[in-house]
C-alpha cells in the first residue's frame, strides 16, 4: 500500500546528540573509567564495566574511545586547556601567576573542572601502567602546537617562529613536572579537597615562575 500523496513521513527514533552532551559523555565515561581503574586495575577492566557504570553500552564506549586507556583522556586534557586559555590572555608585562589566579580562582574554572583527588589518582597510575602513560605523554605533545600558538600571538610573532614554539616546549615540560610532582607528593588520605586544590595551585605557580624566568 502506498502512502497517500501529500503525506509526509517524519523520522523516528531519538534525536542526535548535541556536542554539549557528547562531551558529558565523554567525560562521564572518563571518570566511571579512572574508578575502575583504581579500584581493580587497568587490566581487569572491561569496556562492558565502563559503560554500565555510566548507563551505556561497550559499544557505546568504543564508539567514544579507541581503547580503554583512552577513555581517560577528557580527564588528562581539561587542565592542558585551561592552562592554554590562560597563556592567550598573558599580556606582556602581567606576571603569568596572577593570570592563572584570575582563571582558576577567581573565575572558578578549576572548581568546574574534574576533580582533583580523581585527576591525581589517575596521574599515580601513569607510573605503573604503560598504556596511561602513553595516552597521559600523549595529551601533552598534543597540546603543545596550542601553548605555542598562543605564545606567538602574545609576542605578535608568526605562528611557526622558533621561539615560541621553544617556549612552549618549556611550558610544556614544566606543567606536565608540577602535575606529576602534586600527584605523586599527595595520598588518597591525605588533605580535603579545598586543601588539595590549594596545593595543586601552589605548585602550578612554582613551575610558571620557574619557566618565566626567561619569558619576558
Not at 581503574?37 to 581487569?44: E, K, L
Not at 576533580?115 to 589517575?122: C, E, I, N
Not at 605523554?137 to 605578535?156: M, N
Request: overall charge negative; charged content about 25%.
Amino acid at each position: 500500500m502506498t502512502a497517500a500523496r501529500g503525506d509526509i513521513r517524519r523520522p523516528t527514533g531519538r534525536p542526535p546528540l548535541t556536542e554539549e552532551r557528547k562531551a558529558e559523555i565523554r567525560l562521564e565515561i572518563a571518570r566511571a573509567a579512572v574508578d575502575l581503574f583504581v579500584t581493580q586495575g587497568v587490566a581487569a577492566t572491561t569496556g562492558e564495566q565502563i559503560g554500565a557504570a555510566v548507563g551505556v553500552s561497550a559499544r557505546t564506549v568504543w564508539r567514544y574511545f579507541p581503547s580503554k586507556e583512552s577513555c581517560v583522556r577528557p580527564l588528562f586534557s581539561a587542565g592542558i586547556d585551561l592552562i592554554a586559555d590562560c597563556l592567550r590572555q598573558w599580556r606582556p608585562g602581567e606576571a603569568l601567576e596572577e593570570v592563572i589566579d584570575r582563571e582558576f580562582v577567581v573565575e572558578g574554572h578549576l572548581q568546574a573542572g574534574p576533580d582533583r583527588s580523581t585527576v591525581g589518582a589517575l596521574v599515580r597510575l601513569t607510573r605503573t601502567e604503560p598504556g596511561l602513560r602513553a595516552i597521559w605523554l600523549q595529551t601533552y605533545d598534543e597540546a603543545e602546537p596550542a601553548f605555542a600558538g598562543a605564545l606567538a600571538e602574545r609576542a605578535g610573532l608568526p605562528a611557526d617562529d622558533l621561539r615560541p614554539a621553544i617556549q612552549a616546549a618549556m611550558f610544556n615540560a614544566a606543567l606536565r613536572a608540577a602535575v606529576e610532582y602534586h600527584a605523586w607528593h599527595t595520598t588518597d588520605t591525605a588533605p580535603d579537597p579545598e586543601t588539595a586544590q590549594a596545593q595543586l595551585m601552589a605548585t602550578l605557580r612554582s613551575a610558571m615562575e620557574v619557566v618565566t624566568e626567561g619569558v619576558v
